[in-house]
């Protein structure tokens, strides 16, 4: 069984009169790339600045390891590494330099550990280089270590793929899928990438209007009413009455799309349909099926033009 590395108890966040977060729970895993996402202004990074003791809460609990943020702030904190955007480094000094500095702020850093950090987010040939000098990926990955130098249970990336090339964002899914294979860390992050999002994380939490509306385990079901959709496309003739047909026995809304229908469903009842169709003379000259994506499924679940 997965240990609990962050659990989120009925979080809520108010401003003034407005209730800007409204009872998130949820619970991440060791060894899990946890995704965040919602639209603009759905409260994600309201969320990671509670989660990580920036921004108090109006009430509910985030619990680190089982050591309330509220209660236990210092021992539950310690585990738990953040960065928010591009992490900022002095330009002037070499990587290496950078570690360095950082590590004298918290006790019980070795160079042994510091050589260990380097070495897993594959920078030991540039760490004697000026940070200035960096791209951003390597930047990226400078700051990925830096957050990682006290060994964190929690790894909390706010957008780390922002700015970067195909390359670089490559190689940033590489290293934080190593990162929780090999490390064991809990990795929680905020993009509005969804295809790097699905590629990268086990399980994604969807966000709108403070509210969570899903938990989307990447490799099956959304767990919403809506699961195991399909993405299906019919070429058939004629094709109103085929509509007519789908939507009175199987309460499927077909709509014409470059001449075939499209419609989602569930795979097992596909064969039933073809069936139906059959039985009244519709001939049907293809039928494609496709996973719908969680981009389909996003904008399913939160509906489209719904940035805030």
């Not at 109006?58 to 210092?74: A, M, P």
């Not at 789908?246 to 009842?269: M, P, R, T």
Request: charged share 25%; with cysteine; net charge negative.
């Amino acid at each position: 069984m997965s240990e609990v590395a962050m659990e989120l108890v009925d979080v809520k966040k108010t401003i003034g009169k407005k209730e800007i977060i409204k009872g998130l729970s949820f619970t991440i895993n060791k060894g899990e790339v946890f995704g965040f996402i919602g639209p603009n202004g759905a409260g994600k990074t309201t969320t990671i600045r509670m989660m990580v003791g920036l921004m108090q809460l109006t009430d509910g609990d985030v619990r680190i390891l089982g050591n309330s943020i509220k209660t236990d702030f210092k021992k539950a904190i310690r585990e738990v590494g953040a960065i928010v955007e591009n992490p900022e480094m002095y330009p002037f000094m070499t990587g290496w330099q950078n570690l360095m500095h950082y590590s004298r702020m918290i006790p019980g850093i070795t160079k042994e550990r510091i050589n260990e950090v380097i070495r897993l987010v594959g920078l030991e040939k540039p760490i004697k280089e000026k940070a200035g000098k960096y791209s951003l990926g390597m930047r990226q990955r400078l700051g990925i270590a830096q957050a990682l130098l006290h060994s964190p249970s929690v790894l909390i990336l706010d957008e780390p793929t922002n700015g970067l090339d195909p390359a670089g964002i490559r190689e940033i899914r590489k290293y934080i899928r190593k990162l929780a294979e090999e490390e064991n860390v809990a990795v929680i992050i905020s993009s509005h990438l969804l295809s790097e999002i699905e590629l990268m994380c086990d399980r994604i939490g969807i966000i709108k209007n403070g509210e969570l509306v899903a938990i989307q385990d990447v490799k099956g079901p959304v767990e919403t009413e809506k699961t195991n959709q399909n993405q299906v496309q019919m070429e058939v003739i004629p094709a109103d009455k085929a509509i007519e047909l789908l939507k009175e026995h199987h309460g499927i809304d077909a709509v014409l799309e470059d001449g075939n229908l499209a419609f989602q469903a569930e795979k097992e009842s596909i064969p039933k349909m073809i069936q139906t169709l059959a039985k009244h003379e519709i001939a049907i000259y293809q039928v494609g099926v496709t996973k719908a994506t969680l981009e389909d499924k996003f904008f399913d679940l939160i509906g489209e033009n719904t940035i805030e």
